[in-house]
T-cell receptor, first 117, second 113 residues
Protein backbone atom coordinates (compact mmCIF):
# COMPACT_ATOMS: atom_id res chain seq x y z
CA UNK A 1 0.00 0.00 0.00
CA UNK A 2 1.21 3.48 -0.78
CA UNK A 3 2.25 5.44 2.25
CA UNK A 4 1.48 8.82 0.69
CA UNK A 5 -1.33 9.28 -1.81
CA UNK A 6 -1.85 12.36 -3.89
CA UNK A 7 -4.56 11.63 -6.45
CA UNK A 8 -5.40 15.04 -7.91
CA UNK A 9 -3.88 15.02 -11.40
CA UNK A 10 -3.68 18.75 -11.72
CA UNK A 11 -5.29 21.74 -10.11
CA UNK A 12 -6.21 25.14 -11.43
CA UNK A 13 -7.01 28.17 -9.32
CA UNK A 14 -7.74 31.78 -10.07
CA UNK A 15 -5.26 34.30 -8.73
CA UNK A 16 -6.18 35.56 -5.24
CA UNK A 17 -8.44 32.59 -4.55
CA UNK A 18 -7.73 29.78 -2.07
CA UNK A 19 -6.94 26.22 -3.11
CA UNK A 20 -6.70 22.91 -1.27
CA UNK A 21 -4.25 20.20 -2.30
CA UNK A 22 -5.12 16.75 -0.99
CA UNK A 23 -2.85 14.26 0.71
CA UNK A 24 -3.70 11.02 2.49
CA UNK A 25 -1.21 8.85 4.28
CA UNK A 26 -0.93 5.37 5.69
CA UNK A 27 1.04 4.45 8.78
CA UNK A 28 0.69 2.34 11.89
CA UNK A 29 3.30 4.36 13.72
CA UNK A 30 1.72 6.64 16.34
CA UNK A 31 4.55 9.13 15.96
CA UNK A 32 5.11 10.67 12.55
CA UNK A 33 5.61 13.96 10.80
CA UNK A 34 4.03 15.29 7.64
CA UNK A 35 5.69 17.76 5.27
CA UNK A 36 4.77 19.70 2.18
CA UNK A 37 7.34 20.74 -0.39
CA UNK A 38 7.01 22.98 -3.42
CA UNK A 39 8.90 22.29 -6.64
CA UNK A 40 8.72 25.15 -9.15
CA UNK A 41 9.65 24.68 -12.79
CA UNK A 42 13.26 25.53 -11.91
CA UNK A 43 13.41 22.19 -10.12
CA UNK A 44 14.49 22.94 -6.55
CA UNK A 45 12.61 21.48 -3.60
CA UNK A 46 11.35 24.11 -1.18
CA UNK A 47 10.06 23.20 2.27
CA UNK A 48 6.68 24.79 3.04
CA UNK A 49 5.13 23.43 6.21
CA UNK A 50 5.32 20.69 8.83
CA UNK A 51 2.67 18.93 10.95
CA UNK A 52 3.47 16.52 13.77
CA UNK A 53 1.15 13.65 14.60
CA UNK A 54 0.80 14.85 18.19
CA UNK A 55 0.27 18.49 17.34
CA UNK A 56 -3.06 19.68 18.64
CA UNK A 57 -3.40 22.55 16.23
CA UNK A 58 -3.17 22.72 12.46
CA UNK A 59 0.14 24.11 11.26
CA UNK A 60 0.26 27.50 9.57
CA UNK A 61 3.07 29.30 7.76
CA UNK A 62 2.04 32.57 6.19
CA UNK A 63 -0.37 31.80 3.34
CA UNK A 64 0.06 28.05 3.86
CA UNK A 65 -1.95 26.03 6.32
CA UNK A 66 -2.32 22.33 6.82
CA UNK A 67 -5.77 20.82 7.36
CA UNK A 68 -4.78 17.85 9.51
CA UNK A 69 -7.49 15.23 10.07
CA UNK A 70 -5.78 12.46 11.98
CA UNK A 71 -8.68 10.02 12.09
CA UNK A 72 -9.04 10.26 8.31
CA UNK A 73 -5.28 10.19 7.85
CA UNK A 74 -5.35 13.25 5.69
CA UNK A 75 -3.05 16.27 5.62
CA UNK A 76 -4.33 18.68 3.01
CA UNK A 77 -2.40 21.82 2.14
CA UNK A 78 -4.43 25.02 1.89
CA UNK A 79 -2.94 27.96 0.02
CA UNK A 80 -4.80 31.20 0.60
CA UNK A 81 -4.78 34.19 -1.77
CA UNK A 82 -3.02 32.32 -4.59
CA UNK A 83 -0.29 34.10 -6.48
CA UNK A 84 1.11 33.44 -9.94
CA UNK A 85 4.33 32.33 -8.29
CA UNK A 86 2.47 29.51 -6.58
CA UNK A 87 2.30 27.63 -9.88
CA UNK A 88 4.44 24.57 -9.21
CA UNK A 89 4.43 20.90 -8.29
CA UNK A 90 3.54 20.21 -4.65
CA UNK A 91 4.68 17.13 -2.79
CA UNK A 92 3.37 15.68 0.44
CA UNK A 93 5.87 13.64 2.45
CA UNK A 94 5.92 11.67 5.69
CA UNK A 95 8.55 10.69 8.20
CA UNK A 96 7.80 7.75 10.48
CA UNK A 97 9.49 6.45 13.59
CA UNK A 98 11.37 8.95 15.68
CA UNK A 99 14.62 7.05 15.48
CA UNK A 100 17.89 8.23 14.08
CA UNK A 101 18.41 5.43 11.59
CA UNK A 102 14.96 5.82 10.11
CA UNK A 103 14.87 9.56 9.66
CA UNK A 104 13.73 9.21 6.07
CA UNK A 105 11.04 10.96 4.07
CA UNK A 106 8.54 9.10 1.92
CA UNK A 107 7.11 11.26 -0.87
CA UNK A 108 3.85 11.21 -2.75
CA UNK A 109 3.73 11.56 -6.54
CA UNK A 110 2.90 15.24 -6.36
CA UNK A 111 0.19 17.56 -7.60
CA UNK A 112 0.59 20.21 -10.28
CA UNK A 113 -0.96 23.56 -9.41
CA UNK A 114 -1.51 26.22 -12.04
CA UNK A 115 -2.57 29.71 -11.00
CA UNK A 116 -4.53 31.64 -13.63
CA UNK A 117 -4.29 35.45 -13.80
CA UNK B 1 26.39 29.63 3.62
CA UNK B 2 25.72 27.81 0.33
CA UNK B 3 23.53 25.07 1.81
CA UNK B 4 23.56 21.92 -0.31
CA UNK B 5 25.43 22.08 -3.61
CA UNK B 6 25.47 19.50 -6.38
CA UNK B 7 27.62 19.07 -9.45
CA UNK B 8 27.18 18.69 -12.33
CA UNK B 9 23.83 20.30 -13.13
CA UNK B 10 23.34 18.24 -16.25
CA UNK B 11 25.11 15.27 -17.81
CA UNK B 12 24.64 12.95 -20.74
CA UNK B 13 26.09 9.46 -20.37
CA UNK B 14 26.38 6.60 -22.79
CA UNK B 15 25.17 3.19 -21.72
CA UNK B 16 27.88 1.44 -19.73
CA UNK B 17 29.73 4.58 -18.70
CA UNK B 18 30.30 5.48 -15.08
CA UNK B 19 30.20 8.78 -13.26
CA UNK B 20 30.10 10.34 -9.82
CA UNK B 21 27.53 12.89 -8.75
CA UNK B 22 28.99 15.24 -6.19
CA UNK B 23 27.13 16.61 -3.17
CA UNK B 24 28.44 18.95 -0.50
CA UNK B 25 26.70 20.62 2.43
CA UNK B 26 28.04 23.33 4.70
CA UNK B 27 25.44 23.12 7.46
CA UNK B 28 27.30 20.47 9.47
CA UNK B 29 24.37 18.08 9.16
CA UNK B 30 24.96 14.50 10.14
CA UNK B 31 22.32 13.05 7.86
CA UNK B 32 22.57 13.10 4.09
CA UNK B 33 20.39 11.53 1.41
CA UNK B 34 20.29 10.78 -2.27
CA UNK B 35 16.95 10.71 -4.08
CA UNK B 36 15.97 10.23 -7.68
CA UNK B 37 12.92 11.78 -9.29
CA UNK B 38 11.52 10.26 -12.44
CA UNK B 39 9.26 12.36 -14.71
CA UNK B 40 5.90 13.11 -13.10
CA UNK B 41 6.80 11.20 -9.97
CA UNK B 42 7.81 11.85 -6.41
CA UNK B 43 11.26 11.33 -4.96
CA UNK B 44 12.56 7.88 -4.16
CA UNK B 45 15.40 7.32 -1.71
CA UNK B 46 18.51 5.69 -3.15
CA UNK B 47 20.98 5.79 -0.25
CA UNK B 48 21.40 7.69 2.94
CA UNK B 49 24.07 8.31 5.55
CA UNK B 50 23.76 9.06 9.24
CA UNK B 51 27.33 10.22 9.62
CA UNK B 52 30.82 9.94 8.22
CA UNK B 53 31.65 6.32 7.48
CA UNK B 54 28.05 5.12 7.80
CA UNK B 55 25.78 4.53 4.82
CA UNK B 56 22.70 2.45 4.18
CA UNK B 57 20.43 1.49 1.31
CA UNK B 58 17.17 3.21 0.60
CA UNK B 59 14.28 2.14 -1.58
CA UNK B 60 16.07 1.94 -4.96
CA UNK B 61 19.82 1.30 -4.40
CA UNK B 62 20.56 -1.04 -7.31
CA UNK B 63 23.11 0.34 -9.75
CA UNK B 64 24.47 2.93 -7.32
CA UNK B 65 27.14 3.21 -4.67
CA UNK B 66 27.91 5.85 -2.08
CA UNK B 67 30.63 6.76 0.36
CA UNK B 68 30.81 9.24 3.22
CA UNK B 69 34.37 10.02 4.22
CA UNK B 70 33.57 13.48 5.62
CA UNK B 71 30.55 15.17 7.16
CA UNK B 72 30.36 17.58 4.24
CA UNK B 73 30.53 15.28 1.21
CA UNK B 74 28.29 12.46 0.04
CA UNK B 75 29.09 11.42 -3.55
CA UNK B 76 26.87 9.06 -5.52
CA UNK B 77 28.55 6.69 -7.93
CA UNK B 78 26.83 5.23 -10.98
CA UNK B 79 28.53 2.15 -12.36
CA UNK B 80 27.61 0.88 -15.83
CA UNK B 81 24.94 3.46 -16.56
CA UNK B 82 21.64 2.20 -17.96
CA UNK B 83 18.74 4.08 -19.62
CA UNK B 84 16.63 3.30 -16.53
CA UNK B 85 18.91 5.62 -14.57
CA UNK B 86 17.80 8.62 -16.61
CA UNK B 87 16.37 10.83 -13.91
CA UNK B 88 16.88 13.93 -11.80
CA UNK B 89 19.02 13.28 -8.75
CA UNK B 90 18.63 15.27 -5.57
CA UNK B 91 20.97 15.33 -2.62
CA UNK B 92 19.60 16.46 0.73
CA UNK B 93 20.88 16.94 4.26
CA UNK B 94 19.32 17.33 7.66
CA UNK B 95 19.36 16.34 11.28
CA UNK B 96 17.56 13.44 12.95
CA UNK B 97 14.26 14.33 14.48
CA UNK B 98 10.65 13.99 13.59
CA UNK B 99 10.17 17.61 12.63
CA UNK B 100 13.58 18.28 11.18
CA UNK B 101 13.21 19.30 7.57
CA UNK B 102 15.59 18.20 4.87
CA UNK B 103 17.44 20.76 2.79
CA UNK B 104 17.74 19.89 -0.86
CA UNK B 105 20.36 20.67 -3.45
CA UNK B 106 19.37 22.03 -6.86
CA UNK B 107 19.46 18.60 -8.51
CA UNK B 108 21.47 16.91 -11.26
CA UNK B 109 19.69 16.01 -14.47
CA UNK B 110 21.12 12.82 -15.95
CA UNK B 111 20.35 11.43 -19.36
CA UNK B 112 21.62 7.96 -20.30
CA UNK B 113 21.56 7.18 -24.00
Amino acid sequence: AQKITQTQPGMFVQEKEAVTLDCTYDTSDPSYGLFWYKQPSSGEMIFLIYQGSYDQQNATEGRYSLNFQKARKSANLVISASQLGDSAMYFCAMREAYTGANSKLTFGKGITLSVRP
Amino acid sequence: NAGVTQTPKFRILKIGQSMTLQCTQDMNHNYMYWYRQDPGMGLKLIYYSVGAGITDKGEVPNGYNVSRSTTEDFPLRLELAAPSQTSVYFCASGEPGLQETQYFGPGTRLLVL
